[in-house]
């Protein structure tokens, strides 16, 4: 190495460029990707990404991440875009999944020090964490269900009994499902008070305010169904996709997006094809139809969102769950719509409903199932390829390193015998 | 009096060194134990003058400062060191290379942080400029990359 060289950060090996952006913070990460090919071919790597992330955050440089949701949200549904994945595994969540993750990474910490790695300790923080969480959500949901039908059976036999009515057990049920969703959403809502996130609270009040008094409305003035149903099907529809979109970062809004506003839904629209059908009074075979999908739907997708939530890098979550789950509840919402809207127009079909209904189901639990083994092999293959990446490229350096090491041993041995 | 060792840079020049402080680079330490006489010079011919004797002065500092000065005052000349010896961004660079190839880890990880400071807030033209890297990237790249994480130039609110 002479003093006339001229030497340019390019130059540097890569493991010494490794322990640079190593120390770097997002926003130099950033800028040294657009800087030059090869520091964005390095960058591809997501350590620097997560070590810039928890230094960012340790160091309380908690602006550098407010907003960018904003942006790395547009691409996260197109996944012809090679932008698509390089998101999930750089950043994999928005920003309140991330911050999330900075917490448990540092309760974990403070929690369980130990000496296995951090990722195994992150495991068992989270498995530990959401097994708690599961069961209070299940225990809620029991006491909750037994004492709103209770309610609900006590007041109609209050009312009937006054009237001399006969209610079907399909009422019960139905103004069961209403008054348990407004009970829900309102927590949620409160929830989502105190945790300060305006935008969820506001969607979620649009839902308690809008939807379920019009679903109640509608259910009580059956006569009114074309004017109703539509509009209001068309909003809680909008409500489930947008929900769907913005609250997959937190537990409990990610479960009330992907379980129950789905089963809500379908509950109505049992309830309004059976009525339409005048069918309240033969329950058995149309009802469990109806439900087959949303039954197994909340312990299925429960499942693989605490099976993503669990096996996968901490980092790297959220997204194809998100993405089956959703292309799941579509496929179902949009095959029910079409054929509710089949069987209004001709009412031959009453006759021959059962068979229309199960293959269309069918093929809508075929094509969520589709999407998420899809879905999930790809983001397996993906991060998987990632993993191999990272590993190939640590293994390659060290090697480099042993080699050069040796090298100039043998060098500089040589030269002193 | 402890031993001293005879260094030959790249340039031709002579040095010693104290011994304790010429272990502090594992690679020289690594040598020392195998082969070399300490009567004997060792050539380090990818060494320029000018860093070895930053790399002794450094080295000698930290055998002398060990269990004696407060980690303040070392961390002080520390800082003070590497202000001195990064003032020029060739000759960090190639200083930074050295001490790699040496394998002297505290000042190592030094000049890598100066590296990061001296990254912090540039735009990547003054980066390019400053630190003589190419511009290889298409535009349309360029422009990808950036919207991927222009949320991190936005002003938060």
């Known amino acids: ?417 | 009096m402890s031993e001293t060792l005879t260094l030959v840079s790249a340039d031709g020049k002579t040095l010693t060194a104290p011994k304790d402080a010429i272990m502090r680079s594992a690679m020289l330490k690594n040598l020392l134990e195998v082969a070399a006489n300490s009567d004997e010079q060792i050539p380090l011919d990818f060494v320029h003058s000018e860093d070895l004797e930053n790399i002794i002065e450094y080295c000698k500092y930290h055998v002398e400062a060990e269990g004696k000065a407060s980690e303040g005052d070392i961390s002080k000349w520390d800082g003070e060191f590497i202000n001195r010896v990064t003032q020029d961004d060739q000759k960090h660079l190639r200083l930074i290379q050295t001490t790699d190839q040496l394998q002297i880890e505290g000042l190592f990880k030094l000049l890598v942080q100066g590296i990061v400071r001296k990254l912090h807030n540039k735009t990547p033209e003054q980066i390019r400029e400053k630190w003589n890297i190419p511009d290889d990237l298409p535009k349309e790249k360029k422009d990808e990359i950036f919207n991927t994480t222009n949320w991190l130039y936005k002003k938060s609110q």
């Open chain 1, 1 to 417: 190495m002479s003093g006339s060289t001229y030497y340019s950060l390019c130059d540097l090996s890569d493991l010494v460029l490794a322990e640079i952006f190593e120390r770097c913070d997002l926003k130099t990460l950033a800028t040294l990707r657009i800087t030059n090919s090869k520091f964005a071919e390095i960058l591809k790597n997501d350590q620097y990404w997560r070590q810039a992330c928890i230094t960012s955050v340790e160091q309380e440089q908690i602006e550098l991440l407010p907003n960018r949701e904003k942006y790395v949200r547009p691409s996260l549904f197109d996944p012809q875009n090679p932008l698509h994945y390089r998101h999930m595994n750089v950043f994999g969540m928005s920003n309140r999944g991330f911050l999330n993750t900075i917490k448990v990474y540092k309760e974990v910490n403070q929690e369980e020090p130990g000496d296995s790695t951090l990722d195994d300790r992150v495991r068992s923080y989270k498995r530990k964490k959401f097994c708690r969480f599961y069961l209070m959500m299940a225990l809620g949901i029991l006491v909750w269900s037994a004492l709103t039908f209770s309610l609900v059976v006590m007041a109609f036999a209050s009312e009937a009994s006054s009237k001399g009515e006969r209610k079907t057990i399909l009422d019960y049920w139905t103004t069961s499902g209403i008054i348990l969703a407004v009970l829900y959403v309102g927590v949620v809502t409160v929830f989502c008070f105190l945790e300060r996130s305006g935008w969820f609270a506001f969607l979620y009040i649009g839902v308690v305010v809008f939807v379920l008094p019009g679903l109640w409305f509608d259910r009580i003035f059956t006569s009114s169904h074309w004017f109703g149903v539509i509009p209001i099907s068309l909003l809680f529809l909008a409500f489930t996709v947008v929900i769907c979109w913005q609250c997959c970062d937190h537990d409990i809004g990610r479960i009330t997006a992907y379980c129950w506003l789905p089963l809500i839904y379908l509950c109505y629209l049992a309830s309004f094809l059976l009525s339409t059908l005048k069918l309240d009074n033969v329950i058995s075979l149309p009802w469990s139809i109806v439900m087959i999908p949303a039954l197994f739907a909340v312990p299925f997708t429960s499942y693989v969102l605490h099976k993503t939530e669990l096996d996968e890098d901490v980092f790297d979550v959220y997204s194809s769950t998100k993405q089956c789950c959703i292309w799941f509840w579509l496929a179902i919402v949009v095959w029910t719509q079409m054929i509710l809207i089949l069987l209004r127009s001709d009412k031959v079909f009453k006759f021959h409903y059962h068979f229309c209904f199960i293959p269309i189901y069918l093929a809508a639990v075929a094509v969520g199932i589709y999407f998420l083994v899809k879905s999930k092999e790809e983001y397996s293959d993906r991060s998987w390829a990632v993993r191999d990446r990272r590993n190939t490229l640590q293994t390659q350096l060290k090697q480099q390193q042993k080699e050069r090491k040796a090298a100039r041993l043998d060098q500089l041995l040589s030269e002193l015998a």
